[in-house]
């Protein structure tokens, strides 16, 4: 099993709740910010020593839910102070983005890093697609044929032009080109089956987050493993990425007190004004298939916040709890979804930093030892080939 | 769809050539007449298409058949695919004002090679659709069953319409390039002479082809000294028809603007 330490990155003494999106930037203070950067990365560096597999962060725009609207500079900046870890950018919200752009800045890292780099190619939630002016109903087949593009600008011998609906380059040679061959792993976000499937047929990992509970957790990851079989593959454990909250301290009482109050700041103060801003993009257009998705994913906004800590640990869709019970919950996500990765997310809204480095110190000294030898199929590093991409 | 090309035969010194020819003579951003383009069809024979349209709009085309193809009839001592690339060069000095633009789909092209590396001095511009003749290690090639021949060569056949050749018609074709005696699947002749193509070429390649392999435009690319490749999005051997405006849009701006092409001109200057 291995894991990534993932960071939101929440400019976590945001004042009040605020339900207007964009998130007025009035109460921004760029010294908070500063403090908050440097300590987050700190903290994402002490994670290679506790054992952490890799580290990342993602995305987002205009709130303070999370303060990285370039994910790619944090990247860099990680590099220069590890030597272990993978880079994992889970990631670059592709179809809000110049695709060329994002192959240059993912090469960059690859090959700064020496081949380290682990890239999530996103869609990206709802809401982003207002703050860059970009047509939700367009990020499937913007991401489709981006994510082409991107492979292509990676793997292609000579110089090429591009003729396509959303994206028109004549003359395409990237300097410098990734150092992983054919090209670093790619994640796909899919938190249901059509996305999972999206994955599948491109034959990437597949990412997935939030999720109700463990049965839904494996339908999801049962069409991608249905559809990867139909596409002539066969995905391992070391395909699958699981993202859970996870809070772990010296007991259950105390890891459930810190991340009771994360996820209260999180959901009510931190998530607020997207919540409006993704419903109105869900409900005004097509951003979601006709599969259900869209009511799946308003249905899962609605309610998340009102789900108990008790309730989230008995449906296996969070980590929390002393060294002893987070290792048994692990061993259950293994053993129900069959994952080969698991996504830390430790910072949950405002759960102090010191608490955080606390659990990240008892993964290190209790937890890690004891299901790294989960998937023992996970030791190579996925290599997505080309062939039938 | 507007009946614009004009079926007509030329009297070469070899024998007859049958052809379309439609179109105005137009004048390129300096006022200069534009020269005319050649386009050269595919194994299947001669289709008109919304591309040949949009083409022909300030510029004279014309659009040789292979003879033996579509009823005609083999002209004497043309039966290799340097003896048909002569007879074309030669209609083009007869009936085209002995220079143009080239453009060659998927048999085409491979002529349009041979033309370009012999008759250097009747071509401008190259465009090579789908290149035939140039597949290494026999990969793709046309498949014998015409469903899967038709979902090769359409990723979006419903753009084709109502194709007005029949199964026979089209099988006909096909089968008459026997005569031409084609060093299929890799002609080594011609890839040791890419190197002496002179015209500026443009390499188009559908990012759904499985027809002609994408080695085909490694093989191209690394060969003709001045070259562009691009890839038509969605598109898989019959690129015109599966994304006509693609198509135009980026053979139009290299015919009209040659190595300008590669500048976006943004929308203002594109619509002038």
């Known amino acids: 099993m291995r894991f990534n330490y993932f960071h939101l990155m929440p400019y976590d003494v945001f004042p009040e709740k605020t339900e207007q999106w964009p998130v007025d930037n009035a109460a921004f203070d760029a010294e908070t910010a500063r403090r908050l950067y440097n300590e987050y990365m700190d903290t994402m560096v002490f994670a290679e020593e506790c054992g952490w597999d890799s580290i990342g962060c993602n995305e987002h725009h205009f709130s303070p839910y999370g303060l990285m609207s370039n994910c790619n500079l944090i990247g860099s900046a990680l590099i220069q102070r590890t030597s272990r870890v993978k880079i994992a950018m889970f990631g670059n919200l592709v179809p809000l983005l110049n695709p060329i752009r994002v192959a240059e800045e993912y090469a960059m890292l690859d090959v700064i890093s020496g081949g380290r780099l682990m890239c999530g190619f996103m869609r990206g939630i709802p809401h982003e697609y207002i703050a860059y002016g970009i047509a939700p109903d367009e990020s499937r087949p913007r991401l489709a044929e981006a994510t082409e593009l991107i492979r292509k600008a990676w793997t292609e011998p000579a110089p090429f032009g591009w003729e396509g609906e959303f994206y028109k380059f004549r003359a395409v040679s990237l300097w410098p080109k990734p150092m992983q061959k054919p090209h670093p792993p790619i994640l796909y976000s899919g938190s249901n089956p059509d996305s999972a499937r999206t994955a599948a047929r491109n034959r990437m990992m597949l990412g997935m987050v939030f999720i109700p509970n463990l049965e839904a957790g494996r339908a999801v990851i049962d069409a991608y493993l249905d559809e990867a079989h139909k596409c002539g593959w066969e995905p391992g454990p070391e395909h699958i990425l699981c993202g859970f909250h996870t809070c772990i301290a010296e007991t259950d009482e105390a890891a459930r007190e810190h991340l009771e109050r994360g996820v209260k700041y999180f959901m009510q103060v931190l998530m607020a004004p997207q919540r409006e801003a993704q419903q109105i993009v869900v409900q005004k257009s097509r951003y979601f298939g006709s599969d259900g998705a869209g009511e799946f994913f308003l249905h899962r906004l609605n309610h998340a916040g009102t789900r108990t800590i008790e309730g989230a640990i008995e449906d296996g869709t969070v980590i929390c709890g002393s060294p002893e019970t987070a290792v048994k919950q692990i061993k259950r996500i293994h053993a129900e979804l069959g994952c080969g990765w698991i996504n830390n997310n430790m910072k949950v809204g405002n759960i102090p930093n010191e608490a955080v480095r606390r659990g990240m110190e008892l993964f290190r000294d209790h937890v890690h030892a004891e299901v790294q030898d989960l998937s023992k199929s996970s030791d190579a590093m996925p290599v997505m080939a080309m062939a039938g991409a | ?272």
Not at chain 2, 44 to 66: C, D, K, N, S, Y
Not at chain 2, 72 to 82: A, K, L, R
Not at chain 2, 200 to 207: R, S, W, Y
Request: hydrophobic share 40%.
């Open chain 2, 1 to 272: 769809m507007t009946e614009i090309f004009e079926r007509k035969t030329a009297q070469l010194t070899l024998g007859p050539l049958d052809y379309y020819v439609g179109g105005e003579a137009g004048t390129d951003e300096e006022g200069k007449p534009r020269l005319p383009l050649v386009m050269l069809h595919g194994a299947t024979g001669h289709l008109e298409t919304e591309v040949h349209q949009m083409l022909a709009e300030g510029r004279q085309i014309f659009m040789p058949i292979t003879p033996g193809h579509d009823g005609t009839t083999h002209v004497p001592g043309v039966d290799s695919i340097e003896a048909l690339a002569a007879l074309i060069a030669a209609f083009i000095v007869a009936e085209v004002g002995g220079r143009c633009d080239l453009l060659g789909y998927s048999l085409g092209g491979w002529q349009a090679c041979w033309i370009a590396v012999n008759h250097p001095e009747v071509v401008e511009l190259l465009v090579l659709a789908g290149c035939a003749g140039l597949r290494p290690d026999g990969k793709g090639g046309m498949p014998k069953d015409p469903a899967e021949l038709l979902r090769q060569l359409y990723a979006h056949p419903e753009k084709l319409g109502e194709d007005p050749r029949s199964v026979e018609a089209k099988q006909s074709n096909v089968a008459n390039l026997s005569h031409y005696n084609l060093p299929e699947p890799l002609d080594q002749p011609l890839v040791a002479r890419l190197g002496e193509i002179q015209s500026l070429t443009l390499i188009l390649h559908g990012t759904l082809e499985e027809i002609i392999p994408i080695e085909t435009c490694y093989i191209l690319s690394a060969g003709i000294p001045s070259h562009y490749l691009v890839y038509i999005y969605d598109a898989a051997h019959g690129l015109h028809v599966d994304q006509p405006e693609r198509f135009h849009d980026v053979v139009g701006d290299f015919l009209n603007r040659g190595v300008g092409f590669i500048v976006n001109q943004g929308m203002d200057r594109a619509a002038e």
